[in-house]
């Protein structure tokens, strides 16, 4: 998917998405902008009105990389 790779946690999984669990992984940008420096693994965010657990963080893949940087 896009290329990306994990920086920290754990990809999406057919059991996420077979039992419509509220999960997410963030990129880069939304990282620093919810979270600043802090770990948000298995912390809550909240889109769209619903809140989501983060499982995973995407790695930083730079300016020359085309980083990926919001949520997925």
């Known amino acids: 998917m896009l290329d990306a790779r994990l920086n920290s946690g754990v990809f999406f999984t057919n059991e996420n998405v077979e039992q419509s669990r509220r999960v997410c992984v963030l990129g880069r940008d939304a990282k620093r902008a919810v979270f600043y420096f802090d770990n948000p693994l ?31």
């Open 42 to 72: 298995g912390a809550q965010v909240k889109m769209q009105n619903q809140w989501f657990t983060v499982i995973g963080i995407l790695e930083d893949k730079g300016a020359a990389g085309g980083a990926i940087g919001g949520v997925l």
